[in-house]
């Protein structure tokens, strides 16, 4: 009986051992693999990370997602503070095909997924009187888009642009999929999101004479 248990134990060990070995070789494999752009999603073709053109007001800042985190302030229950992982996460992640259009006169077709928006409200709380939410971005730029907006067409925030992060330049760690909006609307490297009452906020081009309400179907300046 004795040596039937120290041969049992044996196997018993052995089999430990080389399960420890399969998974350990497995997450090698796994974590060597490069990420690759998606340029076809669902039959439509999709425009590259690299037909965006750089036009921060201050050039692409380089955020630490370690000390990063993400706010949701102002007129809500619950303000809180997210770090990138708590995010990515934390939250039920979605994908959507939407074309930017910028006012320089160019547009991307991209598949962005990422976390909703009223996700993240849903869980401060936002109070009865919101009506809009400002979008404040690490170089100091700022953009607002409706409470209702964002409930009715799904806004997410983005992490990931065809199938990679998001690069730095791109926004990263988050930006905003303001679909059916100029491109303006589309803040990046979002560090908080702002709850407020205030609708007649204008953000950093709104304020220099570009359209508050921002849809793509009407002129960008206001005249």
């Not at 399960?19 to 590259?48: D, I, T, W």
């Not at 907006?149 to 990263?172: C, H």
Request: with cysteine; net charge negative; aromatic share 12%.
């Amino acid at each position: 009986m004795r040596g039937e248990s120290t041969i049992i134990i044996a196997v018993l060990l052995v089999l430990g051992a080389s399960y420890s070995v399969f998974l350990y070789l497995n997450n090698q494999r796994a974590s060597q693999l490069p990420s690759v752009e998606v340029r076809e999603y669902q039959g439509e073709k999709l425009g590259s990370i690299t037909d965006f053109r750089e036009n921060s007001i201050k050039g692409p800042p380089a955020i630490n997602t370690t000390t990063y985190r993400l706010r949701v302030t102002g007129l809500v229950e619950t303000p809180r503070a997210y770090t990138y992982e708590q995010v990515v996460l934390g939250f039920e992640a979605y994908e959507k095909v939407v074309t930017l259009n910028c006012v320089e006169g160019w547009s991307v077709k991209t598949l962005w997924e990422g976390v909703k928006l009223t996700d993240l409200l849903r869980e401060s709380g936002v109070k009865g009187d919101a009506k809009v939410v400002i979008f404040h971005a690490q170089d100091g730029y700022t953009s607002s888009l409706p409470i209702e907006f964002i409930e009715s067409n799904d806004i997410i925030l983005a992490y990931k642009m065809n199938g990679v992060t998001l690069p730095q330049e791109r926004g990263y760690p988050f930006q905003v999929v303001a679909e059916i909006k100029w491109g303006y609307k589309w803040v990046r490297w979002v560090t908080e999101i702002g709850v407020s009452s205030d609708d007649t906020y204008r953000g950093y081009w709104e304020s220099r004479g570009y359209s508050n309400d921002g849809s793509i179907d009407r002129s960008a300046v206001e005249r």
